[in-house]
């Protein structure tokens, strides 16, 4: 094996945080690894040693990157069928994606954000880049800047949970959510779910989901009420239990063979969100290792 040289080893070095960043900017982990490969072949173009800060120059060249790619990808969004949700990554509790501590709730947030305000909120609040750098990664001066930051700092403020759900808590309820649901236990869905609990299935348009989000407990129920009788003799099964993006979940394979994720939003005890993510496109990474089934 040919010895990793200088260049190639600092950008490895930095690799994991760039790709953090892109896909928090894009919503998209193949759309964020094009960008990092991007961002692979300009460096390479570069003299490292004529760069006096490596880490600014990647992020300034990831997020510039990204911000173009936000422009195509913007477009497709107004186009895409159905309620759109940030591809599913599943991580272990030690993963570094979650340092962040961005849940797929606050990413959904971000989407509200213009492109300026997401990468200066991103940059400076997440990842913690000087504001000097961030103003000349964006092109715009300081105070234009910590203007945009605390813009998006509003916007995203009462998306952040006030009381995180503890690991085990999060993992016990998923599994209950998961018996339930697949069960058509109404009763026992009744007791978990909170009054104003919004359900979003993201499909694509290439397999079933719903075609807007379901907002209201009762209406939650008379969802799985109906989903009840259409039951096949094919059982849901439940893959593996996963937290997705920040938040408790898990990894299915439903009735109709569609393999699925599935994440929720806790506040005080209850599921105050369901995140279903169905499109294929966005589960590409689950399909080829779904790992053991667990009953």
């Known amino acids: 094996m040919a010895p990793i040289d200088a260049a190639t080893g600092l950008f490895e070095a930095h690799r994991p945080r760039l790709v953090r960043l892109a896909y928090r900017m894009l919503g998209s982990m193949a759309e964020a690894d094009d960008v990092v490969q991007e961002a692979w072949l300009r460096w390479r173009r570069v003299d490292p040693a004529a760069v006096a800060e490596p880490a600014a120059y990647l992020h300034r060249t990831v997020t510039r990157l990204c911000l173009d790619a936000m422009k195509s990808a913007r477009a497709r969004r107004e186009t895409y069928v159905g309620p759109w949700l940030p591809e599913p990554i599943a991580e272990p509790a030690e993963d570094g994606m979650r340092l962040d501590e961005l849940t797929l709730t606050l990413m959904l947030a971000l989407e509200r954000l213009s492109p300026l305000e997401r990468a200066a909120f991103l940059l400076h609040d997440v990842f913690a880049v000087p504001l000097d750098e961030v103003a000349a990664t964006l092109d715009r001066d300081p105070a234009a ?27 016990r309820m998923a599994r209950a959510f998961f018996a339930a649901s697949s069960a058509g236990d ?110």
């Open 145 to 171: 800047v910590r203007q945009l930051a605390v813009r998006a700092r509003r916007h995203v403020r009462t998306e952040r949970p006030r009381y995180p759900v503890a690991r085990d808590e999060g993992e």
């Open 186 to 295: 109404l009763a026992g869905l009744r007791a978990m779910l909170a009054q104003d609990v919004v359900l979003r299935s993201d499909g694509g348009g290439k397999v079933h989901a719903f075609r807007n989000p379901i907002v209201g407990l009762d209406r939650v129920l008379r969802l799985y009420a109906g989903l009840l009788r259409k039951l096949t003799a094919r059982p849901a099964e439940f893959v593996r239990p996963a937290w997705i993006d920040g938040l408790p979940g898990y990894v299915s394979r439903e009735r109709d063979a569609v393999l699925q994720t599935t994440a929720l939003a806790i506040a005080d005890g209850r599921i105050v969100a369901i995140y279903i993510t169905r499109n294929p496109d966005k589960l590409t990474r689950f399909a080829a290792a779904p790992g053991p089934s667990v009953h």
